[in-house]
């Protein structure tokens, strides 16, 4: 079975297809010719992810899903949430993201926060919704080399080291991607 997944970042190709294994062959938007920026204006994670994968299913007619992702902080009221890739506005840049979120956490305590990753499956005529969570805490400094994102100030619980720190296989047993790919590939073994 061949399906794409909605997404260029690398990264999280390279995560998904470790958790997938042979199962199936994951197609990138550059293997089916899609090289523009796919919309993403919603106000919640659920609303960006189907609005992704159906801008994709719309132009290319494949079947595919697509992830979005947020880091809900406590101290912060849930922030950045659903805006974590624009947190330091444009261009991205996941450094400048980390640099504000440690100067506006300079002053917590209070450091729990969660990702939250929202997966959209559009396939055939139907659509499904897979999600994960990973409780953690915000890290006063990066440490660690691995992952991307916020990986390196963000400490799951029950861990001595940030996600930048584990290996793709520890990260992903253990992340909301990993989870929410987890539900997606039990729902596609059972289809
Ligand atoms: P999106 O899902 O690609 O829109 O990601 C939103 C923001 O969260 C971006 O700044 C990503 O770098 C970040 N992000 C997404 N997934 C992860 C992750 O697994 N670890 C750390 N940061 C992530």
Known sequence: ???CFATNN???IKEVKAA????????SLEEIGCKEELPETGDT??????????YVKDHYGVDCFADDTGLEVDALEG???VYSGRYAGEPRSDDRNIDLLLKNLEHSS???ARFKTVIALLIAEDKYKFEGIAEGEILRQRVGTGGFGYDPVFRPVGFSKSFAELSIEKKNEISHRG???RALIDFLNEI
Request: no cysteine; hydrophobic share 40%.
């Open 110 to 112: 209070i450091r729990t």
């Open 20 to 27: 997938l294994g042979n199962k199936m062959e994951i197609l």
């Open 79 to 81: 922030e950045p949430g």
């Open 1 to 3: 079975m061949k399906i």
């Open 179 to 181: 989870k929410a790919v």
């Open 45 to 54: 994670l659920e609303h960006n992810a189907f609005q992704k994968a159906q």
């Open 10 to 12: 690398k990264n999280k």
